[in-house]
């Protein structure tokens, strides 16, 4: 009997197949005692296993590429984290073997952090995943995964590890459904890149029979399981009509009437540019640069290594504009040179723009290499700022990008409510702003963007963070500059209508998503756009503004 579940959809798409759960096991060794005399080997042997883990999550990142790559290397530097390992010393030391150290070790920081409500704590899936893997290495026993098949499925898991997603073979997994995770979580931004449908936070995933039909709506965020032959007629042809709407959809964004909106792509480093570029990308509306600086925790790259990765950016939008953001480091990005270890409370510390005033010399010298690599190309450059909570921050920024000799537009972005609120006031000086929805959905509702189970806050359809994008948006065309949106909020395609109703100039977004919203665009009027913004936020929840919004769009 065909029954309909419905979690997040994070990817769009459809996908129809049988179920195949992650493979998972029981990694917790027991707690044995070993003599005092084995206690180096044991540390010896523990040391070996997260070098070894980590050089594999090194080699997965250079084998993905782009986002995924970032989000790898960050993780290899979780599990080398040096006070985790101390920890790990310590309890061999006093008669845990490799395995069970590593195994409480973990536990005891994994608990830590989430009963001081830190930042890190959304990323749990990740850190299990880095005990799991050193502590299968430790007992001799494969790491659970993907499943072997031969044969397309549809992956159901609790949560996906980053190194499980960024391969994920799109020939065999259909798509994927998660119990965990929220639309800004890692498995989502790498579903998306991947172009695979996907539905997270969709509670008892789990109970889901091996072997099962459903079908899986990423745009929606519907599961029908076992659906009748007329349903899977009917998301077949609607499915068919999206592919067909998205191959007739060409050239640069824009309503039916013509008002434009330039179409950019998100990138985390030169990998990405590709898929960028065959997407129709307009320019690149972020260019995050955390990648470069991963690479090596423990010194900032290069000037030369910085000219060299920003270049190849830049040559691929000849005429086109990009958009970089200066490192943002701190919370889920630490890096051993710049951020403090013991900040109780990383999200809400020195994070970002924070980090580079308190740092003036790793600010300088990624300004002067971004100043460099634009020399001589025909590419509109633009910069920003990550973090900026006023004017105060964004005069600071812009004297910054001056004394580089950048010549080039300074940005601020909007992640903090006190700027969105305060937009006009640091327009005064920057020329333009820029809104990274997943942060200013996550401050505004003081919800974790990677916690599952606040995902109903993370909904980039709530009222009241549309109310904070109109204000920005507001602010922006009152002092004739530009104001766009560049987090995840852009790659749904009918908020995309909804936020270019609100004023916003521009649209960033992942590379495959940017036929959707393309084609979606294109359906609809700016008038319609904006009776459609107004009918959004008169509502009170994200799900009455997101069908408000449908209504208006659709004529009802």
Not at 93 to 117: H, I, N, Q, W
Not at 205 to 227: M, Q
Not at 287 to 304: G, N
Request: glycine share 8%; aromatic share 4%; with cysteine.
């Amino acid at each position: 009997m065909e029954t309909t579940l419905r979690g997040v959809g994070v990817s769009h798409g459809v996908a129809i197949g049988e179920v195949r759960h992650m493979g998972t096991a029981v990694l917790e060794p027991p707690a044995k005692q070993i003599p005092a005399e084995d206690a180096e080997h044991e540390q010896g042997r523990a040391r070996k296993a997260v070098e070894a883990v980590a050089a594999d999550l090194m080699a997965r990142g250079n084998l993905a590429g782009g986002e995924a790559q970032a989000v790898l290397e960050a993780q290899a530097m979780m599990a080398q984290d040096p006070e985790l390992m101390a920890d790990v010393d310590r309890r061999i030391a006093v008669g845990s073997t490799a395995e069970r150290a590593v195994y409480d070790a973990f536990a005891s920081y994994r608990a830590l952090l989430a009963g001081a409500g830190e930042y890190l704590a959304g990323r749990v899936a990740d850190l299990d995943d880095v005990r799991n893997r050193i502590v299968a290495r430790l007992l001799g026993v494969p790491m659970p995964g993907v499943p072997d098949s031969d044969e397309p499925y549809v992956l159901i898991a609790r949560d996906l590890a980053p190194a499980d997603t960024a391969l994920l073979d799109p020939t065999l997994v259909l798509g994927f459904v998660t119990e965990e995770g929220g639309p800004t979580s890692h498995s989502a931004i790498l579903a998306r890149a991947l172009g695979v449908p996907a539905v997270v936070a969709l509670p008892g995933a789990g109970e889901l029979a091996e072997g099962t039909v459903i079908a899986v709506d990423g745009s929606t965020g519907e599961i029908f399981v076992e659906p009748s032959a007329e349903k899977r007629a009917q998301l077949e042809a609607a499915a068919a009509e999206r592919k067909a709407s998205l191959s007739a959809s060409t050239g640069p964004g824009a309503t039916s009437d013509g008002h434009k909106v330039p179409l950019l792509a998100n990138v985390g480093g030169p990998a990405d540019v590709p898929a960028a570029v065959e997407a129709g990308a307009e320019g690149v509306g972020l260019f995050r640069t955390e990648f470069l600086f991963l690479d090596d925790s423990k010194q900032a790259p290069s000037e030369e290594k910085q000219v060299e990765a920003y270049r190849q950016v830049l040559e691929a939008f000849p005429e086109g504009r990009v958009v970089v953001r200066v490192l943002d480091a701190g919370a889920d990005k630490p890096l051993e040179f710049l951020t403090p270890a013991d900040e109780p409370n990383p999200a809400l510390g020195v994070r970002g723009l924070r980090t580079l005033l308190d740092h003036p010399d790793v600010l300088r010298t990624q300004l002067t290499a971004l100043a460099k690599a634009a020399e001589g190309l025909p590419v509109y450059l633009e910069v920003m700022a990550p973090m900026v909570a006023d004017r105060i921050d964004a005069k600071a920024f812009a004297d910054a990008c001056r004394a580089a000799g950048l010549k080039a537009k300074f940005g601020a972005m909007v992640e903090i409510p006190s700027a969105a609120l305060r937009a006009r006031s640091i327009l005064q000086e920057v020329e333009f702003l820029s809104l990274g929805t997943n942060d200013l959905a996550q401050y505004t509702f003081a919800a974790d963007r990677q916690v599952g189970a606040v995902s109903r806050l993370q909904d980039p359809w709530q009222p009241a963070l549309l109310d904070l994008v109109a204000v920005s948006a507001e602010a922006a065309k009152a002092e004739g500059k530009s104001c766009g949106v560049c987090g995840e909020a852009a790659s749904d395609p009918l908020l995309a209508c909804v936020l270019t109703g609100l004023g916003v100039t521009s649209l960033s977004m992942g590379a495959a998503s940017i036929p959707y919203v393309r084609a979606t665009l294109a359906k609809y009027t700016l008038a319609q756009c904006e009776r459609a913004a107004a009918a959004a936020r008169a509502t009170d929840t994200a799900d009455e503004a997101r069908t408000a919004a449908q209504a208006v769009l659709s004529g009802e």
